[in-house]
């Protein structure tokens, strides 16, 4: 059996603003954190024509993310596998996560949940969520009788 350390940079100062009843951590991410292995990181933009999400997965098969909108929410899910082990190897120290993970975002009204798209990259997702076109306000001519 090797023994595995898994290098956390934050998890004393997290374990100490535990006990005070703090943490770095929003409650949805702590939430998330205690039913899944790791919250991949995501960049959030918003453009003229639409919404664009990056979420960084390294090492996950885009094939196997799954991305469903259901009541306004985009949800995103998977899981990066572990490598196996070969033996007589052990690591040093453990820095990636591994595991299922499970991502969930609110879209504003404006957001068109008909026509999201999601394309992987060099361990990049990238959602594409178009906006709803905008009725333009127009002047109502007034005819005289």
Do not use: C
């Not at 975002?105 to 949940?113: E, G, I, Q």
């Amino acid at each position: 059996m090797s023994y595995m350390n898994l290098y956390e940079p934050w998890g004393l100062l997290n374990q100490v603003l535990k006990n005070k009843g703090q943490s770095f951590r929003g409650a949805e991410e702590e939430r998330a954190a205690s039913m899944y292995n790791w919250i991949p990181t995501a960049d959030i933009r918003e453009e003229s024509h639409q919404f664009v999400i990056e979420i960084d997965v390294p090492g996950v098969e885009p094939s196997e993310i799954e991305v469903s909108m259901k009541a306004g929410i985009l949800s995103v899910q998977g899981e990066r596998k572990q490598e196996k082990q070969v033996d007589g190897e052990s690591y040093q120290r453990v820095e990636r996560f591994y595991g299922t993970f499970h991502r969930q975002f609110s879209l504003p009204d404006t957001a068109d949940s008909e026509k999201i798209s999601a394309v992987g990259k060099e361990g990049v997702l990238y959602i594409s969520i178009p906006k709803k076109a905008v009725a333009q306000p127009r002047r109502i001519k007034v005819d005289v009788q």
